[in-house]
């Protein structure tokens, strides 16, 4: 196929090439070690180019066998771990204050 010189086509997709007007179709590559396996799935939810897929497929996929909710003693013990977390983190950060307050009246402004 003849093209003018110094005309540079632009690419539309990996398939497709558009030479002015014309539409030139190529074939897809295909690799022999592909087997098919997705290792990042660019599906994300947003994009123009998202496909909702069933919710049964994802399951099967992430290997989740069911969905149940925690009952009441499990949902206490997630709160009370939770809770503790938090305040081992905020007692961590009064410490460091108060160690700082007792350098700077005792050893930075004497």
């Known amino acids: 196929m003849a093209r003018a010189s110094g005309f540079v086509p632009s690419f539309t997709c990996n398939t497709k090439i558009v030479y002015g007007n014309n539409l030139v179709m190529r074939k897809k590559k295909t690799y022999e070690d592909d087997d098919g396996r ?15 897929k069933n919710p049964m497929q994802d399951k099967s996929l992430s290997g989740e066998s069911s969905t149940e909710k925690p009952n009441n003693k499990e949902t206490f013990y997630i ?4 809770l503790a977390a938090a305040l081992l983190i905020a007692l961590v950060f009064v410490a460091v204050f108060f160690i ?3 350098f700077c009246t005792q050893v930075w402004f004497k």
């Open 38 to 52: 997705v290792i990042a799935n660019m599906n994300i939810e947003g994009t123009p180019w998202y496909v909702k």
């Open 100 to 102: 700082f307050l007792l």
């Open 79 to 82: 709160i009370r771990g939770a």
